[in-house]
């Protein structure tokens, strides 16, 4: 980068150091407080007594990792608004994980959603999507916590390796003492510096480039407001309709099917304060999504002559918000400090509930819970958070040398989280569904996402972009809103709109066909495809079986009630005196105080 003054300076460490010192202190004062973490149920659950507003917070920013909040203003930058469409998906994702998934996770009475693969197929195949989300997640969290100190480290000169070991111990540090009160608190408090930096940077970078009417104007003339241009063919990318119903299903599949978002709408007290909760995530998740992306579009209206990729300042797209963080407000005291605090509050959140998420399965899903006491039990969940958080650490370093397929990772998380979703969906609104047939389905769909995959990474083609100059960059700074607007016009005559589409070899064969999906339809074939293969797999075994369908307890299936009672319902029984029931009678039964997971 040119620019001199492009540097971490002393109150920037401050701000970024309070961080990390108000996350470790949270963890400290929940370890010495209450029960002190003694029990597993205290550490993995908070014993089920969590207030609903912070459990809230928490929901909405354990999976806006750093990389969303890089990634969108750079999708912004690049390929206009209609990303944004992604946002409006949870309009639809939070009722129907209220509705549908919530209520039947509840009623399991474990901290573990994988227990009801155990509960309602077998012991044997909920080990397999065990091992594949523990694998799952520990890629992903190294790729959260290695992706922001690269595109950090390449623009303000931050140290990779002790950004990594920095944010990675202290993380681990509060999550093992402070177990999951710890964690919601750090996450709320996180939040908060997260929409802090973003809207600081969003007002600031305004300001920057001339006010909110230079903004519109010049990315409405640079083609980056262009959502009304709906494609719905599913080979487009961004083409509005992939997103809108393909981006549903990679959200749904996050917050309806993984332990991370599970464990925490179990962990409040009632019903209908889980409900509170996951509707919060609504305005909130909108607002921290729509926020970025306007960061993006500041970003454009600053480079629109001058595309900092094409002049190698920068190598990749995600890089675009630091860059233009540090190239304008680098010389402001502690705005830069707040801005890496806010990317970095991502991977905390990302990587806190991950640690959390997976001692809590291999807690509940693989040790059988007969052969330790509680108060050791929660002694081997924190060797085991240690553990994971060690291998995310580890797998942060090992990413320096698997740099060209971090993207192809970040996709591989979302393929193998949409069968966990079509998996649990199958078992709650069929009751012919059998382990022969859920087995089927699940490695089908896991094989043809696979293949599709694989396909795409071959052909590896590119869709058109649209087109970013650099023609002006040694006078751009003192262009006003109106030259800037005269030279893109001169510029799109002289040089296009658009890019034109590529392809790294002659493979004509995969040209029009599945492998050129977009990424975003891979959560809805991955659901689909385990529910069909499934269901049809279970109807064939059954008749081969000939005999009748096995008895299922009613409390694994999805009910009417589930979606109309306000409260817990079970339809078979309640062992458990911690929760606010509705019995088949329809009637409230009443609330009782003792807790016991």
């Not at 969906?425 to 382990?435: A, E, F, K, W, Y």
């Not at 306000?566 to 009782?592: Q, R």
Request: hydrophobic residues 45%; contains cysteine.
């Amino acid at each position: 980068m040119a620019a001199d003054n492009v540097h971490f300076r002393i109150l920037d460490y401050i701000v970024f150091g309070a961080l990390l010192l108000v996350s470790a202190l949270i963890g400290l004062y929940q370890a010495c407080t209450g029960g002190k973490q003694r029990t597993e149920g205290e550490w993995l659950a908070g014993n089920q007594r969590l207030s609903w507003l912070p459990t809230s917070l928490s929901l909405m920013v354990s999976f806006i990792s750093a990389i969303t909040l890089l990634g969108t203003p750079s999708e912004l930058y690049t390929g206009g608004i209609m990303y944004l469409y992604l946002a409006f998906t949870h309009l639809a994702v939070m009722p129907i994980t209220c509705l549908v998934y919530m209520p039947v996770f509840r009623r399991l009475l474990s901290i573990s959603g994988f227990t009801y693969i155990t509960q309602r197929f077998s012991h044997r195949l909920a080990l397999i999507p065990c091992v594949v989300y523990i694998i799952q997640m520990i890629i992903y969290m190294g790729i959260v916590l290695y992706s922001p100190a690269l595109a950090l480290n390449a623009v303000t000169g931050l140290n990779l390796t002790a950004s990594i070991l920095t944010v990675g111990i202290v993380c681990i540090f509060y999550t093992v003492l402070g177990g999951m009160k710890a964690i919601i608190w750090t996450d709320a408090f996180q939040s908060i510096v997260m929409v802090l930096g973003m809207l600081t940077i969003a007002i600031a970078g305004t300001v920057k480039v001339g006010g909110f009417s230079a903004v519109f104007q010049i990315n409405k003339k640079g083609l980056h407001l262009e959502a009304g241009k709906f494609d719905i063919d599913p080979r487009t990318r961004h083409g509005g309709f992939d997103i809108l119903f393909g981006g549903m299903f990679s959200w749904l599949a996050i917050y309806a099917s993984n332990q991370a978002q599970i464990q925490r709408y179990i962990s409040v007290p009632t019903k209908r304060q889980a409900q509170y909760a996951i509707m919060l995530n609504i305005p909130g998740l909108m607002f921290l999504m729509l926020i970025s992306g306007y960061c993006g579009l500041v970003a454009y209206a600053k480079y629109s002559l001058c595309d900092p990729i094409k002049e190698g300042n920068i190598y990749k797209a995600d890089q675009i918000l630091p860059y233009f963080v540090m190239e304008h407000f680098a010389s402001w005291p502690g705005f830069s400090g707040l801005f890496v605090s806010s990317i970095f509050s991502g991977s905390l959140s990302t990587i806190s509930s991950g640690v959390n998420a997976l001692a809590a399965v291999v807690l509940t899903d693989m040790v059988p819970s007969d052969k330790l006491s509680e108060i050791h039990r929660a002694y081997l969940g924190k060797g085991l958070a240690i553990v994971f958080g060690c291998f995310s650490i580890a797998f942060a370093f090992v990413c320096q040398f698997l740099q060209a397929i971090l993207q192809l990772t970040v996709s591989l998380f979302g393929i193998l989280q949409a069968p966990m979703l079509g998996l649990f969906t199958l078992g709650m609104i069929t009751r012919r569904s059998n382990t022969a047939g859920a087995a089927i389905g699940y490695f089908t769909s896991l094989i043809l996402q696979g293949f599709i995959f694989g396909g795409s990474q071959i052909r590896k083609y590119q869709s058109a972009k649209i087109q970013l100059y650099n023609t002006n960059c040694t006078e751009y700074h003192n262009f006003t809103t109106s030259q800037t607007l005269n030279q893109l016009q001169q510029n799109h005559m002289l040089y296009g709109t658009y890019t034109s589409p590529s392809d790294t070899g002659d493979f004509s064969f995969l040209d029009n066909s599945i492998f050129r999906i977009s990424y975003q339809y891979y959560g809805f074939v991955g659901f689909f495809s385990v529910l069909i293969a499934g269901f049809m797999a279970s109807c064939v075994t059954n008749l081969i079986k000939r005999g009748p369908l096995q008895p299922l307890n009613d409390n694994l299936l999805l009910h009417w009630k589930d979606i109309t009672c306000p409260h817990d319902y079970f339809p078979y029984k309640s062992p458990m005196k911690s929760l606010e029931i509705c019995p088949a009678n329809g009637k409230k039964s009443g609330h009782f105080s003792e807790t016991k997971i």
